[in-house]
């Protein structure tokens, strides 16, 4: 089983759609999450971090639920420009500060 | 705003070659990690370095040897390559002493490595 799980979608969605992304983690001693988003054969690229109060970057929504170990990011208002594969990373805690990356989820954005 | 560096964005070898790549971080990041992403696989961590010391290891091959340089940055050695060393090698940065627990990492645009 995979650290770090993901819906690999793909999610084909309409302009203006709201659309959410749910992650799950298996080690507790997680420390610090992020999303990133990924365009195809492109470098990885901070999308926002998530913290344990929920926060919101203008379209983008993070929360993060430590009990259920859960990350979800929920993007309101979809643009065509959105169309990527987003990766949901955590750190665990301690001295190691590699990230751990799920496997994605494919968004695409439809005219 | 600056971003982190890696050259060369392409490089094609021959099994049983070596390769080096190389990073070149975020000024005043101090902190240099490696991954690899294969085909449709998502990044793996390889090995990463603060203040010019190995920090962590991941799953980086004993063919691999890595080190961080006075100015920060890291050049990743490849012996031996193998096909399924083709591969995205992303070299990531970040600061070590902000203060701040998250730390994010800055990808630098990769290297595609093709070993044929």
């Known amino acids: 089983r995979k650290e770090v799980e993901q819906d690999p979608g793909p999610f084909n969605v309409p302009e203006g759609a709201t659309v959410a992304f749910n992650c799950t983690y298996s080690n507790s001693a997680s420390q610090s999450f992020f999303w990133y988003r990924q365009d195809c054969r492109k470098e990885p690229k901070l999308l926002m971090s998530?913290?344990?109060s929920g926060n919101e970057d203008g379209r983008f929504t993070a929360q993060l639920n430590r009990a259920s170990q859960y990350i979800s990011l929920l993007i309101r208002d979809s643009k065509l420009s959105d169309s990527a594969t987003y990766l949901c990373v955590v750190r665990v805690s301690g001295s190691a500060r590699q990230l751990t990356f799920g496997s994605g989820t494919q968004l695409t954005v439809l005219p | 705003a600056a971003g982190v560096i890696q050259s060369p964005r392409h490089l094609i070898k021959e099994k049983r070659e070596t390769a080096t790549l190389k990073c070149y971080p975020i000024p005043r990041h101090d902190i240099v990690y490696w991954y690899q992403q294969g085909p449709g696989q998502d990044p793996q961590f390889l090995i990463s370095f603060y203040e010019k010391m190995q920090s962590d290891k991941g799953s980086i091959p004993d063919r691999f040897s890595a080190q961080q340089f006075s100015d920060y940055h890291s050049e990743l050695n490849m012996s031996s390559l193998e096909l399924g060393d083709s591969a995205l090698y992303f070299c990531?940065?970040?600061?070590?002493?902000?203060?701040?627990?998250?730390?994010?990492?800055?990808f630098g645009p990769g290297t595609r490595l093709t070993v044929l």
């Open positions: 990531a940065s970040s600061q070590g002493a902000s203060g701040r627990v998250v730390n994010e990492q800055f």
């Open positions: 998530v913290y344990s």
